[in-house]
């Protein structure tokens, strides 16, 4: 079946634009979570989304940085005024609710800022 | 707040056996996982242990957990090179996971 798909796979923008990516997560997956992976890093928790919870937004790094879920379904990070050092993979997830199930990884964005 | 370390490389002999050590400081954590990333591909979930077990065997992966010292490793038997790639370590307790900043383990032939 289909597995996390998210786009683009490359974006390439210039300082201070702002960028949009996007996650499809797994159908019936409820939740869904934004992840950074910057060269020769671990992943950075950005944001999590829990069926119709509020969003944990405790790992955005500033207020440039944005996500929605909409219908429960798809996600797109935004990212405002984009800086170097925003460039990395841009890693999104999904899983059923509760910390037992498995995330499973979408192949990733990786953002580069000129 | 929660906070996840690895050492940064390993290097073993194909045929021997390669341990991979974490150390985690979130005493809720309640699963601990164990995420393989080879080069251009994204992260894939090796193996996962909840915090009451102290021990998982997987084919050729141990997972070792010491909580008391907040301590995981992971043991893979019999490496091969294709092994080689970036291991993760990572906690979760409810929600979000924190994730270590990668083993880079590499196979020598």
């Known amino acids: ?114 | 707040g929660e906070d996840v370390e690895q050492s940064l490389f390993l290097s073993v002999r194909e045929g021997d056996s390669s341990v991979i050590n974490c150390t985690y400081t979130d005493s809720s954590s309640t699963y601990l996982y164990w995420y393989k990333q080879e080069p251009g591909a994204g992260l894939q979930l090796l193996t996962y242990i909840f915090s009451n077990m102290d021990m998982k065997q997987d084919q050729r992966l141990t997972v070792l957990l010491n909580k008391k010292d907040k301590h995981l490793s992971l043991r893979i038997a019999d490496t091969q090179t294709g092994d080689s790639a970036i291991y993760f370590c990572a906690e979760r307790g409810a929600g979000k996971s924190t994730f270590g900043d990668g083993t880079t383990l590499t196979v020598k032939p």
């Open chain 1, 1 to 114: 079946g289909a597995g996390v798909s998210q786009s683009p796979s490359n974006k390439v923008t210039e300082k201070g634009k702002d960028v949009e990516l996007r996650c499809d997560p797994i159908s019936g997956h409820t939740a869904l979570y934004w992840y950074r992976q910057s060269l020769g890093q671990g992943l950075e928790f950005l944001i999590y989304f829990q069926g119709n919870s509020a969003p944990d937004k405790s790992g955005l790094p500033s207020d440039r940085f944005s996500a929605e879920r909409t219908g429960g379904s798809v996600s797109t990070l935004t990212i405002q005024r984009t800086q170097q050092e925003d460039s990395a993979v841009y890693l999104c997830a999904s899983s059923f609710g509760g910390a037992s199930n498995e995330q499973f990884f979408g192949p990733g964005t990786r953002l580069t800022v000129l």
